[in-house]
């Protein structure tokens, strides 16, 4: 099993839908747990963290089920501005080793 | 908002030669890092530093690589012998405190000719 997984996609949604995004991990240990977006040729930013209780922050919502190991990712009334990569990102604090999925597309469609 | 900056934006080099990447972290940050992304392929972590020295490196982080902090501002990537296979982005990141989030610069595209 690799360390982070992600659907590559591309998901294609138009417009206004929901779209949902997992990520797998395969270290039991992991304890930090992140989204990032990216846009072509530019750096990862920071979307959210994700906690154990779930987090949303607008239109977005985060969770994390540590007993399947995985998280996941919740967009709501998409835009065409989301329109990126989005990143998993998985950290053991134990040993400050980051770990980033191969992110999965997302294409807004008007 | 504070900036990741890094400097340059992008370096050609020919094989073989040094090159340095420079990175201005957040300035309270503690915690800094080290990344590449091949054209089309996954974010790499490379190395982590804290304390002034490497607390955690990947495979990818052999001999020819090294970091410095020398003037406690800057944070710097050396890979002294290039190869072709080094062309990539560089992103430099820095984060406050863990679980916090990282904060990656724009990056430095570097080209091995």
């Known amino acids: 099993r690799k360390e982070v997984e992600q659907d590559p996609g591309p998901f294609n949604v138009p417009e206004g839908a929901t779209v949902a995004f997992n990520c797998t991990y395969s270290?039991?240990?992991?304890?930090?747990f992140f989204w990032y977006r990216q846009d072509c040729r530019k750096e990862p930013k920071l979307l959210m963290s994700?906690?154990?209780s779930g987090n949303e922050d607008g239109r977005f919502t985060a969770q994390l089920n540590r007993a399947s190991q995985y998280i996941s990712l919740l967009i709501r009334d998409s835009k065409l501005s989301d329109s990126a990569t989005y990143l998993c990102?998985?950290?053991?604090?134990?040993?400050?080793?980051?770990?980033f999925g191969k992110g999965t597309r997302l294409h807004i469609l008007p | 908002e504070p900036e990741v900056t890094q400097t340059p934006s992008h370096q050609v080099t020919q094989m073989g030669q040094e090159v340095i990447l420079r990175c201005v972290p957040i300035?309270?940050?503690?915690?800094f890092y080290w990344y590449r992304q091949i054209l089309g392929q996954k974010v790499e972590f490379l190395v982590s530093?804290?304390?002034?020295?490497?607390?955690?490196k990947s495979e990818i982080f052999d001999d020819q690589f090294s970091v410095e902090r020398p003037d406690g501002s800057n944070f710097t990537l050396k890979i002294r012998s290039t190869k072709l296979e080094d062309s990539a982005m560089y992103f430099c990141?820095?984060?406050?405190?863990?679980?916090?989030?990282?904060?990656f610069g724009s990056g430095t595209r570097l080209t091995v000719v």
């Open positions: 300035s309270n940050h503690l915690y």
């Open positions: 270290n039991s240990a992991s304890q930090s």
């Open positions: 990141a820095s984060m406050r405190k863990k679980s916090y989030g990282y904060t």
């Open positions: 994700v906690y154990s």
């Open positions: 990102v998985v950290n053991m604090n134990r040993d400050d080793k980051i770990i």
């Open positions: 530093f804290y304390n002034n020295e490497i607390s955690e």
